[in-house]
């Protein structure tokens, strides 16, 4: 038998299958969502789980890492789901390490761009083993809104309007960004509801980034669903039964 499949395979109906990434200002409901998830394991950068009952191993370096995922390759575990909180914090101990690798103060000190290229196979190796892995991967992160500015002639001017998306710096938010299935923005609206976003909008004051796996009109979440894993699974399980 061939290693060539016969045809297209059909998408998966779990949420498993998937790899997420939730972001949002501080304080929004992030980890608390992360927590529902089912037997979820925190490798914790930050201090996000420390008011919650959640299983978690804190991570101070990047070598931790190494450590981490083997054990949770080779151990006998209960875990069903993986959360990195934060991949924001994740990304600056990769860039630490990589400077004491090679001596240096920054990622800038790398000729020609060689340290933000080794930090680059670092973040990247990171997301690849944690995708790899035979459960469901959350990640989490900050929000940031940049400003969005125009050229006007030879110079750029304020819009007064902002980008907002996770708070990694531009590769690296590009690197995980096109490695994950879901982008979901954890929101706060102007009647004090907690909204998971899952589709792009632009308006006049921002441009918010998201982003949900499937086909328009087929398999395709609602714009926005109460943030609630129970939710959140349901409106799953309605778009891609």
């Known amino acids: 038998m061939g290693i060539l499949p016969d045809g297209p395979t059909a998408p998966s109906n779990k949420m498993s299958d998937y790899v997420w990434l939730l972001y949002g200002a501080p304080g929004v409901g992030k980890t608390t969502l992360a927590s529902q998830f089912p037997n979820p394991l925190f490798l914790a950068t930050e201090a996000g789980t420390a008011g919650m009952d959640a299983a978690k191993v804190d991570v101070a370096t990047w070598k931790d890492f190494d450590v981490l995922l083997q054990a949770i390759q080779t151990e006998k575990h209960k875990y069903k789901t993986i959360v990195l909180d934060t991949v924001d914090v994740a990304h600056v101990l990769c860039s630490s390490y990589v400077c004491e690798q090679n001596g240096w103060v920054d990622v800038a000190d790398g000729d020609w761009g060689r340290g933000w290229r080794a930090v680059s ?116 399980r309605d778009s891609f039964k």
Do not use: W
């Open 121 to 236: 196979r670092e973040f990247t190796n990171l997301i690849a083993r944690l995708r790899a892995l035979p459960m469901c991967v959350v990640f989490i992160s900050h929000e940031k809104r940049d400003e969005i500015r125009e050229k006007v002639g030879s110079k750029e001017v304020a819009t007064g309007r902002y980008y907002v998306s996770s708070a990694l710096p531009g590769k690296a938010r590009e690197m995980l960004h096109g490695a994950v299935d879901f982008i979901l923005r954890c929101e706060i609206t102007t009647e004090n509801n907690r909204i998971l976003r899952t589709q792009p909008i632009e308006n006049e004051r921002e441009r918010v980034e998201a982003k949900a796996r499937g086909q328009l009109g087929v398999r395709e979440l609602p714009e926005t669903i109460d943030m609630s894993f129970d939710s959140l699974s349901k409106s799953f």
